[in-house]
């Protein structure tokens, strides 16, 4: 019998699709739910903390909405309050799975919590890696829709987003989302390309906010580099599936994602960056190091709770944009 599987971050999918389960990303349930500020006060009524991080509240509230059987949750390489929600969810009697990734990029470590992850499924590394083969073929057609957006400016910034995004879990049916990604591929292939003066990459977690892209794109730019999204179509695959997520960048010291996102920067052209951070996020602190070590313009956007973007931050944008045109 299929079992429906959430995760908190990104893990190795291909063991739990080989085990014949499916993935939901409890991320892109809350993120994509029209109901997603709902999700977050339910959290709250629960006893969550108004000052604690909102993403947070929605997975917990996308774990009970999404029947699901079990929750990955990653306690090592993401976010420390995943610690507390694991208990909380053990407590009000769900499955927890705990997966760990290695601080300093540990291959030996990693091994480790992939088998451990494979014996819980009952699954071997080898119909890991057969499934990953299949997944490989669904990724490429994904780095195409990117290619599409940051060389032939057929696709949107948020078009791709969201493409790059959904390998996180295949919207929980491969053969479906290879599908969609096919007949994306053909639509857009067809268009004209769009005009922009300006290419822009955008950093950091997805946003909890939306309208970013739009009105970017209102404003006569373009974004054209996704940087965690494309890390979850793990664009570096390598032969096996300990290497793959080794290369995948998120979990590990930040200066693991720079050098990748100082090579983008270069190879895409980029005029600035806007780099998103989450309000009571540990990763707000990184700021700093971005800021520190990347030589072109960046903008950095907080948000909080779900909602549209606020005139404010509209505000900023534009002033960011004129900027880079007076450079």
């Known amino acids: ?31 994509g739910s029209e109901a997603s500020q709902s999700l977050v006060e339910r959290a709250e009524r629960r006893g ?21 059987d079990a929750v990955i949750a990653v306690l090592q390489g993401d976010c420390s309050n995943t610690h507390a929600l694991m208990e909380i969810l053990e407590m009000e009697g769900m ?5 760990l990734y290695p601080y300093d990029r540990d291959r030996e470590f990693l091994e480790l919590q992939m088998e451990k992850l494979c014996r819980t499924f009952d ?10 083969r299949r997944f490989d073929a669904i990724r490429d057609k994904v780095e195409e829709i990117d290619r599409l957006t940051w060389q032939d400016a057929r696709v949107s910034g948020f078009e791709n987003h969201c493409f790059q995004i959904t390998c996180s879990d295949m919207k929980g049916d491969p053969p479906g989302f290879e599908k969609e990604v096919r007949a994306f591929l053909a639509e857009a292939g067809k268009r004209k390309p769009a ?3 300006l290419r822009l990459g955008y950093l950091g977690i997805p946003p909890i906010i939306s309208g970013i892209y739009e009105f970017v794109e209102s404003q006569g730019a373009r974004v054209v580099y996704n940087e965690l999204q494309r890390q979850f179509r793990m ?3 390598g032969d096996d599936i300990v290497d793959q997520y080794l290369n995948y960048t998120y979990p590990y010291h930040i200066r693991f994602r720079l050098e990748d996102i100082k090579r983008e920067i270069e190879r895409r052209d980029l005029d600035g960056v806007i780099h998103y ?8 602190i990184e700021d700093i190091i971005i800021r ?13 709770r779900p909602g549209r973007i606020d005139v404010r931050t509209k505000i900023r944008i534009e002033a960011f944009l004129d900027m880079l045109r007076a450079k």
């Open 95 to 99: 499955e927890t799975i705990p997966f």
């Open 48 to 68: 969550f903390p108004e000052s604690s991080c909102s993403w947070i509240k929605g997975i917990y509230s996308a774990a009970h909405s999404s029947e699901v």
């Open 292 to 304: 520190h070590e990347l030589d072109l313009p960046v903008l950095t956007i907080e948000g909080n």
């Open 277 to 284: 951070v989450q309000a009571f996020c540990f990763r707000q």
């Open 195 to 197: 005009e922009a003066d």
């Open 235 to 237: 664009p570096s695959k």
């Open 1 to 31: 019998m299929e079992r429906r599987i959430g995760i908190t971050s990104t893990i190795p999918i291909e063991v739990v699709y080989a085990a014949g389960s499916s993935v939901v990303d409890l991320n892109n349930v809350f993120a």
């Open 123 to 132: 699954v071997d590394r080898g119909q890991a890696n057969e499934t990953k």
